[in-house]
C-alpha cells in the first residue's frame, strides 16, 4: 500500500501544487487529504477539470494534478486530444486515475469492459503512465513527471481499489439535509401508478431503489438503472419519454445532475407532459466518499423554470410529503420535484448484476 502523503511529497517536490478533479472511491483518501486545501478544486466533470487544469498552467507554468476515476476518462477525452495533447498546445499535465475494473480486481461489468481497455486509452493518447502499487512505483512516476515537465506533455498513474493507505479520518460522510432518503424513495414508489417507467442515475440511487422494491415487494412499476454514465440519466429518460406513453420519472442525483447539466435544458425545452424529474439533492458526492458538490446554493426552483420545466415542487422533510409528493405524480410534466435529502443509511447495499435481464424487462410493455 501506498500513503497519500508519499504521492502528496512526489507532486510538490516536482512543484505541483494545484489539484482539480471528479471524487472516486478508489481516491477517497486522496479526496480527504485535499478537502481543506486551498488550491483544489471538485470540477463538475472530468473534461471540465482538465480545462480548469489547463487554465492555470496557463497562468502558472506550473503542471496542475487531476484526478478521476477511469470511467470518467471519456469525458475528459475533448480537452486531453484537442487542448493538451502534444501535437496541439503541448501541455503537460499530471492525471491521478482510480483504475475501476483493473484485471486484478473483481469488480462490476461496467467497470470491468472500461478497466479492460483503459491502459490502451492511454496508450493511444501517447500518455506515459505508472500503475502505482508500491513504494518502487513512485520512484518510476517521479522520472516520468519530470519527464513531462522537460518534453510538456501529459502523464498518468493508475491505482486500484486498496492501493492508497485508508485513514480513518477519510469520511465526509455528514447529512446537510433532514428528510430520510429511503423514507422518501419508498413513499414514491409506492404511489407512482402502473406501468410507469423509472429511470434511475448511478450510484446509491438505482441500488436503494433495487433494495426497496424487493424488500418491500413494491413491483407496479418497472425500473432501468444507470449503473454507468454519470450525468447522462436525464437524457436517457428524456429519449424513452418521448417515444412512449408511459409516465417516466426520472430519479436523479445532485451530483449527476452538474456533471451535463446542458442535458436538463435539453430535457425541459423538449419533453412531452409524461416526464417527470426527480432531483435528489443531498449536496454530496455520496457513492464515492460523500465530497460537497455544492448544490446547495444552487435555487432549483429559478434554474428549472428558466431552462423550460412548466411545474416545480420541493420538499426537505416528512410535512404534507406524500401530499407534494402525489401532486408532483398527477401533474402533467415537464416537471421537476427537488429532494432535499440525508445521505444513504441502508447497510450493505445490492449491485444490479443481470443487466440484459433488467433491460428487457423493463422494455415489456
Same mark, same amino acid.
Given at each position: 500500500m501506498i500513503k497519500v502523503n508519499t504521492l502528496i511529497n512526489l507532486l510538490k517536490k516536482n512543484n505541483t501544487n494545484f489539484f482539480t478533479g471528479v471524487p472516486d472511491s478508489v481516491l477517497k483518501e486522496l479526496s480527504s487529504y485535499l478537502?481543506?486545501?486551498?488550491?483544489?478544486?471538485?470540477?463538475?466533470?472530468?473534461?471540465?477539470?482538465?480545462?480548469?487544469?489547463?487554465?492555470?498552467?496557463?497562468?502558472?507554468?506550473?503542471?496542475?494534478?487531476i484526478y478521476m476515476q477511469n470511467s470518467g476518462l471519456s469525458n475528459a477525452l475533448n480537452p486531453l486530444i484537442s487542448i493538451a495533447h502534444k501535437?496541439?498546445?503541448?501541455i503537460p499535465l499530471i492525471l491521478i486515475i482510480g483504475w475501476r475494473g483493473s484485471p486484478r480486481v473483481k469488480d462490476e461489468p461496467q467497470h470491468n469492459v472500461k478497466g479492460k481497455i483503459t491502459r490502451e486509452i492511454l496508450k493511444l493518447l501517447n500518455i506515459k503512465y505508472t500503475i502505482l502499487r508500491s513504494n518502487k512505483d513512485i520512484k518510476k512516476f517521479d522520472?516520468?513527471?519530470?519527464?513531462?515537465?522537460?518534453?510538456?506533455?501529459?502523464?498518468a498513474c493508475l491505482i486500484e481499489q486498496g492501493t492508497l493507505h485508508k485513514n480513518s479520518k477519510s469520511s465526509f460522510k455528514k447529512d446537510f439535509y433532514s428528510l430520510d432518503k429511503e423514507y422518501f424513495l419508498k413513499t414514491l414508489i409506492k404511489e407512482i401508478p402502473s406501468k410507469s417507467k423509472v429511470i434511475s442515475s448511478t450510484g446509491y440511487n438505482s441500488r436503494e431503489l433495487m433494495y426497496l422494491r424487493k424488500k418491500f415487494n413494491l413491483n407496479k412499476s418497472k425500473d432501468f438503472y444507470m449503473v454507468g454514465g454519470m450525468g447522462h440519466t436525464s437524457s436517457v429518460a428524456l429519449g424513452y419519454s418521448?417515444?412512449?406513453?408511459?409516465?417516466?420519472?426520472?430519479?436523479d442525483g445532485d451530483g449527476?445532475?452538474?456533471?451535463? #447539466? $446542458?442535458?436538463?435544458?435539453?430535457?425541459?425545452?423538449?419533453?412531452?407532459? !409524461?416526464?417527470?424529474? *426527480?432531483?435528489? &439533492?443531498?449536496?454530496?458526492?455520496d457513492s464515492v466518499g460523500g465530497q460537497s458538490t455544492n448544490a446547495n446554493n444552487i435555487d432549483f426552483e429559478k434554474l428549472?423554470?428558466? #431552462? $423550460?420545466?412548466?411545474?416545480?415542487?420541493s420538499i426537505k422533510n416528512k410535512q !404534507?410529503?406524500?401530499? *407534494?409528493?402525489? &401532486?408532483?405524480?398527477?401533474?402533467?410534466?415537464?416537471?421537476?420535484?427537488?429532494?432535499?435529502?440525508?445521505?444513504?443509511?441502508?447497510?450493505?447495499?445490492?449491485r444490479p448484476d443481470n443487466l440484459i435481464k433488467i433491460k428487457n424487462q423493463f422494455m415489456k410493455k
Open positions: 478537502k481543506n486545501q486551498r488550491n483544489h478544486i471538485i470540477a463538475t466533470s472530468e473534461g471540465s477539470a482538465v480545462s480548469i487544469a489547463i487554465g492555470h498552467y496557463l497562468s502558472t507554468k506550473k503542471i496542475p494534478c501535437k496541439v498546445y503541448s522520472k516520468q513527471i519530470k519527464y513531462a515537465k522537460k518534453n510538456q506533455s501529459i502523464v418521448l417515444a412512449s406513453k408511459n409516465k417516466t420519472f426520472c430519479i449527476s445532475f452538474l456533471m451535463h #447539466l $446542458g442535458s436538463i435544458m435539453t430535457a425541459g425545452n423538449f419533453a412531452n407532459k !409524461n416526464f417527470k424529474y *426527480i432531483l435528489l &439533492n443531498n449536496n454530496s458526492h428549472s423554470k428558466s #431552462l $423550460g420545466f412548466k411545474k416545480f415542487y !404534507n410529503l406524500l401530499k *407534494i409528493t402525489n &401532486n408532483f405524480i398527477k401533474i402533467n410534466g415537464p416537471a421537476f420535484f427537488e429532494v432535499k435529502v440525508t445521505n444513504s443509511k441502508i447497510k450493505k447495499l445490492p
